[in-house]
C-alpha cells in the first residue's frame, strides 16, 4: 500500500503569510496527488487535482506543484477563510485511494 | 445544484448493523463513480469503499472488507453502504463523495452523517 506523509503536521500563520506545505508518497505517484481542504465540522472540499491543476472556484493564491514522490501545496497569501486542515490525496492506486494524516494551518 | 446528501447514521451496538444511504442530485449520477469515506472523531480522513458507475467495479479498505456492502441504484440516484459486524473503531463521520479516476480526484462531497458504535 502506498502511505502519505505530511510536514508539518500544524503550522501558526498569519493573515498574509505565504505557506507551504508538504506532503511525500512512500513510492512513486507521477502527478496523481490531490489537494482537500476541510474546516471544523464540514466536508473536505478539492483544492487542487492531478498536482497542479486548480480546481473550478478555487482562488488562485492556491497552487500545488511536484511528481513522483515529493509535492507542495502553497497558499501565496493566506486569508482569514483559509484557517484549516489540509489533506494530501494519492489517486494513483485508484480506486485504493490514500490520504495523508493532514496539516492544521491556524492563526498565529 | 450538484449536491449529495447522506443520511442513516445513528447510533448501534457493537456487532450490530446500519445502513447509510446518499442522494444525489443536480448531476447525472450514473455517469460517476462514488466513494464512502469517514473520519473518526478528531482523526484525519479514511476511504472506505468505491463503486465503478454501473458498480461492475468495487472496492473495499481493507479494514472494512467482509463487513461492509456498498451498492448503488442509478434509477434512484442513490448511493448506499451496508454495515454489519460494526466496531467500536467504526465510529466515524461518513461522507458520500463523486469521482474517482486517477486524475480528477473526488469533487463533490456531501456533509456527512455520524455513526457511533457503542455499548
Known amino acids: 500500500d502506498i502511505q502519505m506523509t505530511q510536514s508539518p503536521s500544524s503550522l501558526s500563520a498569519s493573515v498574509g503569510d505565504r505557506v507551504t506545505i508538504t506532503c511525500r508518497a512512500s513510492?512513486?505517484?507521477?502527478?496523481?496527488l490531490n489537494w482537500y481542504q476541510q474546516k471544523p465540522g464540514k466536508a473536505p472540499k478539492l483544492l487542487i487535482y492531478?498536482?497542479?491543476s486548480l480546481q473550478s472556484g478555487v482562488p488562485s493564491r492556491f497552487s500545488g506543484s511536484g511528481s513522483g514522490t515529493d509535492f507542495t501545496l502553497t497558499i501565496s497569501s493566506l486569508q482569514p477563510e483559509d484557517f484549516a486542515t489540509y489533506y494530501c490525496?494519492?489517486?494513483?492506486?485508484?480506486?485504493?485511494?490514500?490520504f495523508g494524516p493532514g496539516t492544521k494551518v491556524d492563526i498565529k | 445544484e450538484v449536491q449529495l446528501v447522506e443520511s442513516g447514521g445513528g447510533l448501534v451496538q457493537p456487532g450490530g448493523a446500519l445502513r447509510l444511504s446518499c442522494a444525489a442530485s443536480?448531476?447525472?449520477?450514473?455517469?460517476?463513480?462514488m466513494n464512502w469515506v469517514r473520519q473518526a472523531p478528531g482523526k484525519g480522513l479514511e476511504w472506505v469503499s468505491y463503486?465503478?458507475?454501473?458498480?461492475?467495479?468495487?472496492y473495499y479498505a481493507d479494514s472494512v472488507k467482509g463487513r461492509f456492502t456498498i451498492s448503488r441504484d442509478n434509477a434512484k440516484n442513490s448511493l448506499y453502504l451496508q454495515m454489519n459486524s460494526l466496531r467500536d473503531e467504526d465510529t466515524a463521520v461518513y461522507y458520500c463523495?463523486?469521482?474517482?479516476?486517477?486524475?480528477?480526484?473526488?469533487?463533490?462531497w456531501g456533509q456527512g452523517t455520524t455513526v457511533t458504535v457503542s455499548s
Open positions: 490525496q494519492q489517486s494513483y492506486s485508484t480506486p485504493r485511494f490514500t
Open positions: 463523495a463523486r469521482g474517482g479516476s486517477a486524475t480528477y480526484g473526488m469533487d463533490v
Open positions: 443536480g448531476f447525472t449520477f450514473s455517469s460517476y463513480s
Open positions: 513510492q512513486t505517484i507521477s502527478s496523481y
Open positions: 492531478a498536482a497542479s
Open positions: 463503486t465503478s458507475s454501473s458498480s461492475g467495479t468495487i
